[in-house]
């Protein structure tokens, strides 16, 4: 199983994608103890939403509400929104998203006057079904890096 990371150093690695959360769950033990605390309380609360045969096709940092952070799951069935609780207890809610509900995918970069960010600056845009109409969705904080490939993914998925 270990055959889908490859560390390169202390703070870089690639996931060989597809994996599955039981994947998921031995490729984070190579990440630092600090950063592996946020993965496993995201894999926790996505084990009652997902199914054990669902592939992960990218595990991103995103923030999917304007003041929470977390991550953004493509699985091959849903799209899953993790965000971080604070508090003592911590933990992390999900939100689903279906395929099916998703209008339009698109994509954006943040300004940045500053030079060098604390945050990373990929945007997606997603145009969801809602009660009545539709409602747009802005995801920040996505690695600008893997923006392409969760766009194209996203857009694979939906049509």
Do not use: C, H, W
Request: proline share 3%; charged share 30%.
């Amino acid at each position: 199983m270990m055959s889908k990371f490859t560390k390169f150093n202390q703070t870089l690695g690639a996931i060989e994608y597809p994996v599955s959360l039981a994947e998921m769950k031995t490729v984070i033990l190579e990440f630092p103890k600090s950063e592996r605390k946020y993965y496993e309380m995201s894999i926790k609360a996505l084990e009652k939403s997902m199914k054990k045969d669902e592939k992960i096709f990218s595990f991103n940092t995103a923030d999917a509400k304007l003041t929470k952070t977390g991550f953004m799951v493509i699985g091959d069935k849903n799209l899953y929104f993790t965000t971080l609780k604070g508090g003592l207890l911590g933990g992390a809610d999900v939100e689903v998203v279906k395929y099916s509900d998703i209008k339009n995918v698109d994509f954006d970069m943040a300004p940045n006057p500053l030079g060098m960010a604390q945050m990373e600056l990929g945007i997606l845009l997603l145009e969801v079904k809602g009660m009545i109409g539709s409602k747009k969705r802005t995801i920040r904080n996505i690695p600008d890096y893997n923006l392409d490939y969760i766009v194209k993914k996203l857009r694979e998925l939906t049509a």
